[in-house]
């Protein structure tokens, strides 16, 4: 079962920028063997998908977020990055990173993943 850590949220005025980061554990292959995907959680509201990346595929992006966030991975050291940027009071959510072994990026509405992380909150100011 893979493990999956998200770190680097926080409190960020409206306008700024924050990196997050999803390492994973426990991988029963090569890191680049995995899509991994990026959610979040508003309070109150359902999970949506935010962005996905796979080595053998394009990243995807919600309309809401594209230009504005930027997906990446460094397999070397089985981590995805979430490079967010401008960000918008309605950014505010837990966010969380999954990884899936087959399948790839399907969508950003698909939430079939094997194994998620307990997420990162961030909060945008106005």
């Known amino acids: 079962q893979v493990q999956a850590v998200e770190t680097g949220g926080g409190l960020v005025e409206a306008g700024g920028s924050l990196r997050l980061s999803c390492t994973a554990s426990?991988?029963?292959?090569?890191?680049?063997?995995?899509?991994i995907g990026w959610f979040r959680q508003a309070p109150g509201k359902e999970r949506e998908g935010v962005s996905c990346?796979?080595?053998?595929?394009?990243?995807i992006y919600a309309d809401s977020v594209r230009g504005r966030f930027t997906i990446s991975r460094d397999n070397a050291k089985n981590t995805v990055y979430l490079q967010m940027s401008n960000l918008k009071p309605e950014d505010t959510a837990m966010y969380y990173c999954?990884?899936?072994?087959?399948?790839?990026?399907?969508?950003?509405?698909?939430?079939?993943?094997?194994?998620w992380g307990q997420g990162t909150q961030v909060t945008v100011s106005s």
């Open positions: 990346i796979w080595d053998r595929g394009s990243d």
């Open positions: 999954a990884a899936r072994k087959w399948g790839g990026c399907i969508n950003v509405y698909d939430q079939r993943y094997d194994d």
């Open positions: 426990g991988l029963s292959s090569a890191f680049d063997d995995y899509a």
